[in-house]
């Protein structure tokens, strides 16, 4: 299985596919909203639904997450009630999962890619 989701509008999630030449299936997460099964699954694979929460989206800071203590219930029912949340783009190819944009999880999805 390889499979991308991403947001159409993120110019980071364009570039990241882009440059890794991607061509598997592709799911935008605006349109095609996370399935609790399919967020089940990513966070088996991640270890963790802190791990695939983005604490870089705007709606992080404006509703006072940063100053709660949040549990993995929390951060599971977020990701699945807002698409910003997911820390993006995630790549499913087979049994390894690559979540994010740095620069070290782009390196690893492209030498996967190749393999």
């Known amino acids: 299985m ?3 989701y991403h947001l159409a509008q993120c110019s980071t999630c364009q570039r ?10 592709l799911q935008e997460i605006r349109t095609e909203k996370i399935s609790e ?8 694979m991640s270890g963790s639904y802190e791990s ?7 709606k992080y800071k404006s509703m006072g997450l940063k100053d709660k203590a949040l549990g993995e219930a929390d951060y ?6 807002e698409d910003t949340f997911l820390k ?12 994010g944009n740095s620069k070290k999880t782009i390196e690893a999805l492209s030498s996967a890619l190749n393999e």
């Open 2 to 4: 390889k499979k991308a």
């Open 16 to 25: 990241i596919l882009n440059d890794v030449n991607w061509k598997g299936q």
């Open 37 to 44: 099964e399919q967020l089940d699954q990513m966070t088996k």
């Open 52 to 58: 695939l929460f983005s604490r870089r989206a705007l």
């Open 76 to 81: 599971r029912q977020l990701i699945l009630e």
């Open 88 to 99: 993006r783009p995630v790549f499913i190819i087979n049994d390894k999962i690559f979540v």
